[in-house]
Structure formats: C-alpha cells, structure tokens
C-alpha cells in the first residue's frame, strides 16, 4: 500500500536530494589543503514516533565521528584514515577506495528532542536516531488568569 507524503515531506525530500547532488558537485572540486572529501550517503526514515538517520561510514572508528544536532539538522562529520596509504615496498596499481575528510548535514522533517537522541556505530552503518516531539502548536491550552499583585479592582 503506497503512503501519501506531505508537503513538507515532499519538499524535504527534494532538499535532501539537491544536496546530495551538491555535495557529489563538491566532491570532483577536492580541497587540496584537507585532502579528498570522502563520499557519505545517508538514508532517512521516519515513523510516528522517531526519525532515523542511517549514514555509510565504512572504516571510520567511532571515536573519528562527531554528530551534532542544531536547528532541525543533524550533522556528521569525521575523518575516514588512509592506514594502507604509505606502502613502503611496492606501487598502487588502483585505488579506487576513498578516505578522507567526511562531511554531511541532513535537515530533519519533524521536530526532534535532541537531547534524547542516539547514535550507534554497527558494520560501517551509523546510525542516528531522534525521538519526534508531538506538534502542539493547534492543542488548546488553557492559561489560568492571576490577579495583578496590588489590584484588587474587579
């Protein structure tokens, strides 16, 4: 059964999407002073009571990761290290794996409590998660009304 995605959802997946092809963008254009910008994917799921950020980091250790959340955005950031790149006898005849600086900043859908948030490093899967704060800004509140300290005018 297909679900229906709501605007705010919709658009957030287009964000997500336009800076996953930014990034790419930033990745042919290496900084050469923090050496290559390692690739980093993410997935993003969220249910009714919490949202997931799944990141790939193969081959970084947890304590080479940095997760921060600000502002309804979640941000990595690390550094993938190239143990295997001094080889002292022989050559490369390929490289194709990628190590680096890692970067990545994921705007959130919902509101989250950060403070209760967690993330857990398992097979080269980060992954993050938040508990969504329920949206109470249409729940009636009723404000009890005091009398003003002096007035007892009624």
């Known amino acids: 059964m297909a679900t229906r995605l709501t605007t705010i959802q919709i658009v957030g997946q287009i964000k997500s999407e336009l800076d996953r092809l930014l990034e790419s963008e930033s990745e042919l254009a290496q900084d050469l002073t923090e050496g290559p910008k390692a690739p980093t994917r993410v997935d993003v799921v969220q249910t009714e009571t919490k949202i997931c950020v799944f990141v790939e980091v193969p ?24 143990s295997d790149r001094a080889v002292k006898s022989g050559s490369f005849l390929c490289v194709e794996r990628r190590w680096g600086r890692i970067e990545r900043s994921v705007e959130l ?14 097979h080269g899967v980060l992954r993050i998660e938040f508990p ?5 800004r249409n729940r009636p509140f009723q404000l009890q009304v005091e009398r003003a300290e002096g007035g007892d005018r009624e």
Request: negative net charge.
């Open 132 to 136: 969504v704060l329920a949206d109470q």
């Open 59 to 82: 081959g970084v250790a947890p304590e080479d990761l940095d997760v921060t959340a600000s502002g309804g955005r979640v941000t990595v950031t690390g550094e993938k290290i190239a």
């Open 109 to 122: 859908a919902a509101t989250v409590n950060p403070r209760q948030g967690r993330a857990v490093l398992d």
